[in-house]
């Protein structure tokens, strides 16, 4: 509870910060760039370390890429069936379809769980979420505006993602025992991911005009909050017989608000900006609660 009065603390504070001009306007890029070159990475580090491949790993990691397979199924049709626009059909698979699984899931992981669910949250979200976005969000984002990136683009993106870099460098470093002051110099520098992820998405807070976009904000929001976990679960608990922490983490990870990188994607690639921006905001307001109901209902997983 500690690390949940934590996490509502700073974003509350974040959204009061903005509010009365306290901090400048890049502050949140700032904090972000900080969170994706230096906490990040060396969470990842930390626990990657750890980890152990299994067949649970691979069920982990090909989360996102279903739930946004799901996403590019289900808003195609609520498309094709509502004569939405092609730029908002494009944004509600986008941003519909990706899950924060880092700024906001790691601390939500952290505080419902404990550092047990850590390894299984940032192998969500290097391995599936992040994938996920450099690959099928971007091709869906050049798909529903003018351009589509090459191949190329796409490789020189991943490759180059501070994140993904230390993925590759833990696995390597699996076999290498870690030196006492190394572990507690990644954990000091892993631990201020909560705080500033937290803060930086309350200054973002942007609630815009939610009456004009009600309908298709309920739709995505309804399809990431409860429809894409439920799926995830009914594959993976009911149909596959998976159980423990591991899967619990997993479809907790599915119920994550959407990504705030595949809003700003959505963004600039003109993809209804108002309502990918809501998304993001709304989502993660509502995920409070709904993140608890979740985490109650898997209890017994």
């Not at 976005?133 to 589509?148: C, E, H, Q």
């Not at 460098?169 to 892993?190: C, D, M, Q, S």
């Not at 995830?232 to 990188?261: D, K, R, W």
Request: charged share 10%.
């Amino acid at each position: 509870m500690n690390n949940f009065a934590l996490l509502i603390l700073c974003f509350i504070a974040g959204m009061l910060l903005r509010r009365f001009r306290r901090m400048p306007d890049n502050a949140p890029a700032t904090l972000n760039s900080f969170i994706i070159h230096v906490s990040l990475p060396a969470l990842t580090l930390l626990y990657i370390h750890e980890l152990h491949i299994s067949g649970d790993v691979i069920l982990v990691a090909a989360m996102a890429w279903l739930v946004f397979g799901l996403s590019a199924g289900f808003f195609w049709l609520v498309g094709r069936w509502l004569q939405l626009p092609r730029a908002t059909t494009g944004v509600l698979i986008l941003v519909g379809g990706l899950g924060n699984t880092s700024f906001f899931g790691l601390p939500m992981v952290e505080a419902f769980y404990g550092q047990a669910g850590i390894p299984v949250a940032i192998v969500a979200d290097q391995l599936g979420s992040f994938f996920a976005l450099s690959v099928l969000g971007i091709t869906v984002a050049g798909i529903y505006s003018s351009g589509r990136p090459t191949a190329a683009e796409i490789v020189k993106r991943i490759a180059l993602f501070p994140p993904f870099i230390s993925l590759a460098v833990a696995l390597l470093l699996i076999p290498i025992e870690y030196a006492e002051w190394f572990t507690v110099l990644l954990k000091r520098l892993g631990d201020t991911l909560a705080p500033l992820a937290l803060l930086s998405v309350g200054m973002q807070l942007r609630l815009g005009h939610i009456a004009e976009h009600k309908r298709n904000l309920a739709l995505g929001l309804g399809f990431k909050l409860i429809l894409a976990p439920l799926a995830i679960y009914l594959l993976y608990v009911q149909l596959l017989g998976a159980h423990g922490l591991s899967m619990q983490v997993t479809i907790f990870e599915a119920a994550m608000p959407s990504m705030i990188t595949a809003a700003i994607v959505a963004n600039q690639h003109d993809l209804d900006p108002p309502l990918a921006n809501l998304m993001v905001a709304v989502g993660i307001i509502i995920s409070f609660f709904t993140l608890s109901a979740w985490w109650y209902l898997l209890g017994a997983v």
